[in-house]
């Protein structure tokens, strides 16, 4: 299966793949033993870098990835006629993008972490395809899906969420994959809805679903504001804080509250970061969690305020133990969805 086949297949989107006529400018240590053309998906461009003149070096294809890009200003894909776990592994864990025809692909600049296991036979269940915890953008998608409970299109999936429709169609790709929803054409896009049934409600799709989500926060940190004004509007209530406003909960010494990753770099003169290990923590100090994805996109509100969607904040508790939590946890899910636990 050549690339523009594939990359098409997988996507569900149109996508061309054309000559490059670049390959003179470059010097000879980056073209050498290379062909690139220029591939074009959602109105996204990238050059695909084809061949290798020598062995394999993680340390050499990440420092060419690098000099490539400097140098033609676009994002660059590697294509490979075959990978090793080891090479496949090296690539992801450096972010150097690629792919192998009819079996990888993962491409960050576009969202892109999907991995399907050759097989020679077609997909007849979850268990045929090789399965990563979710990406961000996949959990968001699906959370997004879950929170929703009706069919939505794939174009307003990817308004709502911020998003390019190509990485809408790689998340719902994977979960169609999964079994977890169903995709029928609808007009120029695609329409979603949850694979639910009298027998499968949406909290068993969410059981089915819950060892492939992880955590939200990035980082976090206590902190305190360096003008005493109030909390900004873009501070979500988050973690133990926003449960103990879903249920009887009682509300922690410390405030928590989550914002997407970015955010800080962007108010961090605001703020004053305290180590609790080496200083007293003041009275009006707080936790920031630095989350994947912006928080405000699966807020819910709820009487006074706009919360932390309960999954997301229940996948930020999960590893401490403690009976109080886990009960609040339950209540929170059960309130949403009206079943039994997780």
């Known amino acids: 299966m050549d690339a523009e086949h594939y990359i098409r297949e ?19 240590f980056l073209a050498n033993g290379r062909t690139f053309s220029k591939l074009t998906i959602d109105n996204t461009s990238m050059l695909i870098a084809s061949g290798e003149a020598h062995p394999f070096s993680i340390t050499r294809v990440t420092a060419d990835a690098s000099r490539l890009e400097q140098r033609t200003d676009l994002p660059i894909v590697f294509q490979f006629p075959r990978l090793s776990a080891y090479q496949r592994k090296a690539l992801i864990q450096n972010h150097v993008p690629f792919i192998v025809p009819g079996t990888q692909l993962y491409i960050p600049a576009l969202g892109m972490v999907f991995t399907q296991r050759i097989s020679s036979r077609p997909l007849e269940n979850a268990q045929d395809i090789e ?42 790709t994977l979960l169609e994959q999964l079994a977890f929803v169903h995709r029928t054409k ?78 800080l770099k962007q108010h961090n003169k605001e703020l004053c970061i305290i180590d609790p290990a080496l200083e007293k923590v003041p009275d009006n100090a707080y936790i920031l969690e630095l ?50 636990t997780i």
């Open 131 to 172: 399965v990563r915890p979710f990406s961000p953008a996949t959990q968001l998608v699906w959370l997004y899906l879950l929170y929703s409970n009706e069919s939505k299109v794939q174009s307003d999936i990817a308004r709502a969420l911020q998003f390019t429709e190509a990485q809408v169609s790689v998340a719902v």
């Open 10 to 28: 997988t996507l569900g989107l149109p996508c061309q793949i054309t000559s490059w006529d670049g390959t003179a400018s470059l010097p000879l």
């Open 186 to 263: 609808q007009g120029r896009s695609n329409s979603v809805e949850l694979l639910t049934s009298r027998q499968t409600s949406r909290l068993d799709l969410l059981k089915s679903s819950w060892h492939l989500l992880k955590s939200p926060i990035f980082s976090k940190y206590t902190v305190t504001n360096r003008n005493r004004q109030m909390i900004a509007d873009e501070l979500i209530p988050a973690g133990e804080f926003a449960l103990s406003r879903r249920t009887q909960l009682s509300t922690p010494k410390l405030r928590i509250y989550a914002v997407e990753r970015h955010w």
């Open 291 to 340: 989350w994947r994805y912006d928080p405000r996109l699966l807020a819910q509100y709820t009487q006074e305020d706009y919360l932390a969607d309960p999954i997301s904040t229940a996948l930020t508790l999960g590893e401490i133990a403690d009976e109080r939590l886990e009960d609040a946890i339950q209540e929170s899910i059960r309130n949403t969805f009206s079943g039994a």
